[in-house]
Each structure stands twice: as structure tokens, then as C-alpha cells.
């Protein structure tokens, strides 16, 4: 048998999601448990329907688990059978007569197979009629007989079973409508009707959630998979001067000759931060969060506002990685202060000193700031998906 190569690929998968999956432990079945702030079969889920290739994705369900689908709109749901291969014959008969050519059936439980996996059995499938991924024994095999081993197995050859494993469509079908007999994957119903499998490379992070320590692996596996979600945020602000014997500069007060202005303590630094951390979480600014018109901001001390953004950024997930806070001003000298300013920081933002820059610069006499007549500060802050 072989491929038809002369057709376009309309591919589907079929998602075994119907077994009970009692060794893994737990109330409920392994693939509704939680994995990574998500549900392991929404891991897999996902895996499939972000492939381009794959137009439609089944997910083959007991019974019981039917509401359990609610909020996937994107995905065909069809109820199983007693058995594995009842199961994948569902979803194949619900599949049938949609112009599909080939199929991929993946297990829920691999919540942590890759798209370099799944690609790999689509290129396999362009020349062949079934191929499935498979991890090379690296282990010593034994045979064992009353606790003792009685035998070393010859590991030369032996691959580890994994999924999806993919079909031309028509033909495992056929294969499964054929079919008597239990079936542990659907490798062992293609070769029963003499299709050749192509094996393919497979993954040692691919791997199938069977007891309750495979949780914590599969966890770190997403969660290294994932892109770390990085945001960025400016923020900027000008205070004039007025009367007064000091300025308040990232918390840091200063002796000067006179006064900022402002509705809270006008600490252009700190104000500048906070919106910077706003404007990475799309949240506004300051004035959205501590509106000016509220008099119980008067005077406020701006630790306040910037304590409010940090712990927002944490509630949300975020650490910030980093904060670059220049000031703009002709007078007073910002060098001699900018190590208290940033030991500050990092007492309220709990950000290490090394990640935060305090700096200065002039504007060369030109402008309000040139003048004399205020300071204005401009910060950047990137914020990391914890």
C-alpha cells in the first residue's frame, strides 16, 4: 500500500479523550485534571488546532464527560465506545465523508506533544499510508520472573510508542471496521490489515500522563515550552516648580531652593514608574487608578500609587525584570542621589538593584526644563509572565 501523493492533504484529528484513567489518581479523569493553570486535554487540544494543515479536530468522549466541552466551540465532540478502538472507530465514522485524506489520533493524556512531533508525522504521511512517532529504548531492558531478573532484553530495535499517530484516512477505517480484538494503539489495528508504518522521531517530553508523578513533568515540560510573555511600558511626567525647600525624587528628598507642585507629594520619578507599570498591563494611568479630583490624594505620598502598580503587576502574574527611570532636569544634581533613589526602588518594588537605572541629563537649556521651570522624568519598565 502507499500514499496518494497526487491529492491535497486535508487532514483531521481525532483526540481519545474517552477512558477513566483511574492510576493517575484523583476525582476526576486524568485529562480533566489540572496541568499548568489549564486542563491537560486543553493542552492537547491546542497542540492540534494551532497545526494549519489540521482543518478539523474530534475529541472522542465518554458519555458522562459531555458538558465537560462547554466552552470548546472549536472542536467536534462525539461519545466513545467500551474499548480504545471502539473509541477511535466513533470518531472515525463521525469524520467520514468530509473529503478528509488523512487522519491523526493523538491521546489526551499527551498533553505535552510538540509541534516538531506532529509535523513530523504529517511529512511522513505525504510519501506513506500511516506513520507514528517513536522514542528509541535507551534504557537496559530486563525480563523479570519472581522479583529477580531473569533475563537481559537486546534493546537494539526497540522504540517506545507514541502519539498521533497518522493514517491515510480510507484506509485505517477500513482497518478498524475490520478489526477483532483489544488494541492498545491504533499502530497495532493498521499493521492486523497490512498497512506499513513509517516510524517517525519521537519526543522524550512527549510524554503520556499515566500516574500521579507524570503531573509535575508534564507541568515543567509546558511551562518550558511556553514563550515567556513579555510586556513594555513608558511612562512620563513633568512637575513645575513653586515655593518649597526640597524635592521629592524617587522617594528620595532633596534640599533645593524650591518646591514641586502637584496634587500628591509631585514625585515625578516615582509617577512616572507607576504609569510605566500601568502601560505595560494596559491599565491607564495613574489618574485611572487615584483620580486627582478625589481629595484623599492630596499630599499623598506617591509610594502609594507605585506599591498599588507593582502588586496589580503580580496579581496579574508579572515580575518586573527591569526599570530605567531618567530625570530631566538643569537643577538640583540628580548623580549625587541616584543610588538612594535606587536603593528606594528596590525597597518597594522588591526589584533587585541591580535591574534598576537611575539616570540624568539636561536638556541642554532648552525648553521648561532648560528654563528652570520644572522636571520632567521618563521611565521604561519590562514585565515578565511569572
Known amino acids: 500500500m502507499s500514499a496518494n501523493t497526487d491529492q491535497k492533504m486535508r487532514l483531521a484529528a481525532i483526540i481519545v479523550a474517552a477512558g477513566r484513567g483511574t492510576r493517575a489518581g484523583g476525582d476526576l479523569p486524568k485529562q480533566w485534571q489540572p496541568l499548568a493553570g489549564r486542563r491537560v486535554i486543553d493542552w492537547a487540544i491546542d497542540a492540534f488546532t494551532s497545526i494549519n494543515s489540521v482543518e478539523r479536530v474530534a475529541v472522542i468522549l465518554n458519555a458522562e464527560d459531555r458538558d465537560q466541552m462547554d466552552g470548546h466551540h472549536d472542536v467536534m465532540c462525539v461519545t466513545g465506545g467500551a474499548t480504545r478502538s471502539a473509541s477511535v472507530l466513533a470518531g472515525l465514522t463521525a469524520l467520514e465523508g468530509r473529503g478528509l485524506t488523512h487522519v491523526l489520533i493523538h491521546d489526551a493524556a499527551r498533553a505535552t506533544v510538540s509541534p516538531t512531533v506532529i509535523n513530523g508525522v504529517i511529512d511522513a504521511l505525504k510519501t506513506a499510508p500511516a506513520a507514528a512517532p517513536g522514542a528509541p529504548v535507551t534504557d537496559t531492558l530486563w525480563r523479570g520472573a519472581e522479583a529477580r531478573v531473569a533475563d537481559v532484553v537486546d534493546r537494539d530495535g526497540l522504540f517506545r510508542a507514541q502519539t498521533p499517530q497518522g493514517f491515510a484516512f480510507d484506509q485505517i477505517l477500513s482497518a478498524h471496521r475490520a478489526f477483532d480484538g483489544p488494541a492498545t494503539d491504533d499502530v497495532g489495528v493498521a499493521r492486523a490489515a497490512g498497512i506499513p508504518v513509517v516510524i517517525t522521531a519521537g519526543d522524550p517530553d512527549n510524554l503520556k500522563i499515566t500516574t500521579p508523578g507524570d503531573f509535575a ?135 533587585a538593584i541591580d535591574r534598576i537605572s537611575v539616570k540624568a541629563t539636561t536638556s541642554e537649556r532648552l525648553g521648561f526644563t532648560g528654563r528652570g521651570e520644572g522636571i520632567a522624568a521618563l521611565t521604561t519598565v519590562t514585565l515578565v509572565g511569572a
Open 217 to 351: 513533568r508534564a507541568e515543567r515540560i509546558v511551562k518550558g515550552a511556553m514563550a515567556p510573555d513579555i510586556r513594555m511600558g513608558n511612562g512620563f511626567d513633568v512637575h513645575r516648580f513653586g515655593p518649597g525647600d526640597h524635592v521629592i525624587l524617587c522617594g528620595v528628598s532633596i534640599p533645593h531652593d524650591r518646591g514641586l507642585q502637584g496634587h500628591s507629594d509631585a514625585d515625578v520619578g516615582l509617577h512616572t514608574i507607576t504609569d510605566a507599570i500601568y502601560g505595560a498591563l494596559a491599565e491607564g494611568d495613574i489618574g485611572r487608578h487615584f483620580p486627582p479630583s478625589d481629595p484623599q490624594w492630596k499630599g499623598a505620598d506617591s509610594r502609594i500609587f507605585l506599591e498599588h502598580a507593582v502588586g496589580l503587576a503580580q496579581s496579574r502574574g508579572y515580575q518586573i525584570s527591569n526599570l530605567d527611570c531618567t530625570i530631566i532636569c538643569e537643577f538640583p544634581k540628580i548623580g549625587p542621589h541616584a543610588s538612594a533613589m535606587a536603593e528606594k526602588l528596590t525597597e518597594i518594588t522588591g526589584v
